[in-house]
């Protein structure tokens, strides 16, 4: 098992090498002089060279991706560009309000998302398993930015029952309702369509039908013996979607004002702040890999069959 875990961590290196390559080369790639936006509306050339020569920039690219990676590698994401403060500090200040955020999400998905597939699947082809497929197929349709803007609009503006924005210091946890519901919603869908194919393929086995004959309950058959077999897919569905979850709520925190570090990375884009946008897509992709890396030795745990 050591060795399995130690030959999983080394193929997420590449990994988290190659988005933050990518992440660096993109940003050079885009028109535009970070030393001079630094600068303002009254560029002064002195200044600027004298900036570029600050912060390395006079340097060519692999001199500076390379000082980056070594920084890096102990937890220095170095200093923002444009509010000077360092980068590991800011987004480990923001990352709670996102977790919560993808944690809240999550248990919206499956506490309906579960429900909704398992009676869709014993209802087959009624009014339940049509209405149910219906909103799941709507909330895989619907894009989350829209979803999140017509939320707010109806429950917010209109009916007032949440508020319209901020987070829970200072509007209590009812300005989370409304944002997990919106990033929710896709994992919601997502689990129910798989649940119920799953549940539909397990129903068809010959031990179903045994476990029937011998006269056990329809209760104890589907729960005790259907849906045990038919989660494993579902799992890996709610994993999946936890990490995506916690790297992807970038829309829904710019629309509802959430201090995450999606809100974070749409404000540095927006100021080519370099330093903040490497910082924090580097720890959405270091975010993502750990959790998969803990999905996969969590399958050889409970099933030593599973090969690397």
């Not at 004298?50 to 000082?67: A, F, I, M, T």
């Not at 699947?121 to 219906?134: E, P, Q, T, V």
């Not at 959430?258 to 924090?280: C, S």
């Amino acid at each position: 098992m050591f060795a399995y875990i130690i030959n999983r961590s080394l193929h997420t290196i590449p990994v988290l090498i190659g988005v933050s390559m990518l992440t660096f080369l993109m940003f050079h790639a885009i028109p535009g002089d970070p030393a001079r936006m630094m600068v303002g509306m009254r560029p002064d050339v002195t200044t600027i060279e004298q900036l570029r020569k600050q912060w390395g920039y006079d340097q060519p690219l692999y001199v500076q991706y390379w000082r980056f990676v070594k920084k890096a590698v102990t937890g220095d994401l170095g200093r923002s560009t444009y509010t000077n403060r360092e980068v590991t500090p800011v987004i480990l200040d923001r990352a709670p309000a996102t977790a919560l955020l993808a944690f809240a999400a999550m248990v919206f998905a499956v506490v309906v998302g579960l429900p909704a597939g398992v009676l869709s699947a014993l209802k087959r082809n009624s009014w339940l398993d049509f209405g149910s497929m219906m909103f799941a197929l709507m909330g895989l349709s619907i894009p989350i930015f829209f979803l999140a803007i017509i939320l707010l609009w109806v429950f917010g503006y209109e009916m007032k029952w949440f508020p319209l924005s901020g987070y829970i210091d200072r509007n209590g946890w009812a300005a989370l309702i409304l944002p997990a519901i919106a990033l929710g919603t896709r994992p919601l869908a997502i689990m129910a369509r798989l649940t119920r194919s799953s549940m539909l393929e397990v129903l068809r086995k010959d031990y179903i039908l045994t476990a029937r004959a011998k006269g056990q309950g329809e209760w104890a058959v589907v729960f005790k013996h259907a849906f045990r077999n038919a989660f494993n897919p579902v799992f890996t569905a709610i994993t999946g979607s936890m990490a995506s979850l916690l790297v992807g709520s970038f829309f829904v925190e710019i629309i509802f004002q959430w201090p995450g570090i999606g809100q974070l990375a749409i404000q540095a884009i927006q100021q080519r702040d370099l330093p903040m946008i490497q910082g924090t897509v580097l720890f959405a992709a270091l975010i993502f890999v750990i959790i998969n890396l803990l999905v996969d030795i969590g399958y050889r745990i409970l099933d030593p069959r599973v090969k690397l």
